[in-house]
């Protein structure tokens, strides 16, 4: 699957579907951004059942300012609609396989659980 491109008003729809949400926020002029944009994208490619959105911090401020987004890119991986990830910084494609497994490997009752705790 190829990544989509989210907007202010596809945002909460988007992450709240269920399953796995991987959201890159990025600038057209942030060099680390481009350098991260073709490790998300064969992410996207790789694994087709995780929706992988882009959400351009320039062009949707709305969104970059709820999410609390100060440097980019910044990646948040939610679940379910519940936000597990939340970091700065590019990743190396390795490491975005481990945290992508180690999403996917949660009991997300366990996680239910100790969020209403």
Same mark, same amino acid.
């Given at each position: 699957m190829a990544t989509v491109d989210v907007t202010s008003a596809e945002f909460a729809g %988007?992450?709240?579907k269920g399953g796995i949400v991987i %959201?890159?926020?990025w600038a057209a002029w942030c060099g680390p951004c481009k350098s991260f +944009?073709?490790?998300f994208q064969a992410s996207s490619e790789k694994y087709p059942e995780i929706t992988f959105a882009k959400v351009d911090t320039d062009a949707e401020q709305e969104i970059s300012a +709820?999410?609390?987004i100060s440097s980019i890119p910044t990646l948040m991986i939610f679940r379910d609609g519940i936000l597990l990830f939340?970091?700065?910084g590019a990743l190396p494609g390795p490491a975005l396989d481990d945290l992508i497994a180690q999403v996917s490997a949660l009991d997300m009752e366990q996680v239910r659980k100790e969020i209403a705790e």
């Open positions: %988007v992450i709240e %959201v890159d926020f +944009a073709p490790i +709820a999410a609390g939340s970091q700065p």
